[in-house]
């Protein structure tokens, strides 16, 4: 627990910074393409890609910044679990697995299910 | 979509952050109806753009507790996080075989639950972490259980689920209530991620709202966070509680439309 600690100001820098970094890249791409005239009514993600519109390179990074968002708590349970197998917890360690198994099953789901 | 729609949804995201912040809640209990009632959006798509700005609140909130220190349990979280995870992506699918109205009629029930909660929390007092220093096998069964219910209806409604996960955290396992509050932001962001999937795959996450919600949220909460100490918290609990149920009755109205 002692050495978790130690490295929860690291990820609490690493929640912070992801979320601010998808964030702002997804907002400056957004007010790129306002500012561009784009019409973002159907500017959604979906499996078949988000950068369909005119300056699709814009809506991709828009999009990519939503996508670093999303991985940010996926990375630090990555950390988690890294730390739990240098602490000596096997449960720790199959537990953030499961949670990552979860979000694997999540995105294949997604896969066979969308367009 | 123009830039006075990018900038009515940021405001409607900072209202949500700051009364969010200020009440110890998630975003998305306020930016969904904000989106479904005030804008029109339908609920599915309301409830993708909550579930995004959940996960700003979840990695903000939560990477500010982490660096103070002694406030997440991240072990504790983990041990639960699992069934939460689970309960996220079950809601984020069934959530497309739902109706808008059955949405929206849940969604009234959680928002009465919440108001309840609000208005109950001044006068509960807080349970001393002795009281059940060794959980008994039951209790982490229970809070398993109950977390799954609680990410299905973050999945399905969009919401942090952090009105249900405190309790539990605080009752069931016998945290203190700001460690509980501060685990809860902690487990939130891993909830919604695989919640997302479902919405993803119906591409019902718009990113035209959810960048510039995400944006409003992140500056309410921050704004929230500071205004907190320096406001009557009676004043703002009976405040947000009217609100809820308020809201609660709007909610429920559009359900019974819709059915």
Not at chain 2, 37 to 63: D, K, M, N, R
Request: glycine share 14%.
């Amino acid at each position: 627990m002692a050495a978790l600690d130690r490295l929860a100001r690291h990820l609490g820098a690493l929640m912070i910074g992801g979320s601010l970094l998808g964030v702002g890249v997804a907002l400056a791409a957004a007010v790129v393409l306002v500012a561009l005239g784009s019409d973002l009514a159907d500017w959604r993600m979906g499996l078949d890609g988000w950068w369909r519109g005119p300056h699709g390179w814009l809506e991709a990074i828009g999009g990519a910044g939503i996508l670093v968002l999303g991985a940010t708590p996926v990375v630090m349970l990555v950390v988690c679990g890294v730390q739990a197998l240098r602490d000596g917890r096997p449960r720790s360690v199959l537990t953030v697995l499961g949670i990552l198994s979860v979000l694997a099953v999540g995105i294949c789901l997604a896969w066979i299910s969308g367009p | 979509m123009d830039f006075f729609d990018l900038v009515l949804t940021a405001g409607g995201g900072i209202l949500a952050g700051l009364v969010g912040a200020l009440m110890g809640l998630g975003g998305g209990l306020i930016a969904v109806p904000f989106l479904n009632l005030g804008l029109g959006l339908p609920i599915h798509e309301a409830a993708a753009a909550g579930l995004v700005s959940t996960l700003v609140v979840s990695c903000t909130a939560a990477g500010r507790y982490l660096r103070q220190g002694g406030l997440v349990d991240v072990y504790r979280a983990l041990e639960i996080e699992l069934a939460a995870a689970a309960g996220g992506l079950a809601g984020g699918f069934v959530a497309g075989w739902l109706g808008g109205g059955i949405i929206q009629g849940l969604f009234a029930l959680v928002m009465l639950y919440a108001g309840v909660q609000v208005v109950r929390s001044s006068s509960r007092p807080e349970r001393p972490e002795a009281a059940c220093r060794d959980l008994a096998r039951w209790r982490r069964c229970l809070a398993g259980c109950l977390c799954f219910l609680a990410g299905m209806l973050s999945g399905l409604l969009g919401i942090g689920g952090g009105v249900i996960l405190v309790p539990i955290l605080h009752l069931v396992l016998c945290m203190r209530f700001k460690s509980a509050a501060a685990t809860s932001n902690f487990m939130m962001g891993m909830t919604a991620v695989p919640a997302l999937c479902g919405f993803v795959a119906r591409s019902e996450l718009v990113l035209a709202v959810s960048i510039p919600l995400a944006l409003g949220v992140l500056a309410g909460a921050s704004i929230g966070a500071w205004l907190m100490p320096r406001l009557r918290a009676s004043w703002l609990k009976i405040t947000f509680a009217l609100l809820l149920f308020a809201t609660a009755v709007e909610m429920a109205a559009r359900a019974l439309e819709a059915w």
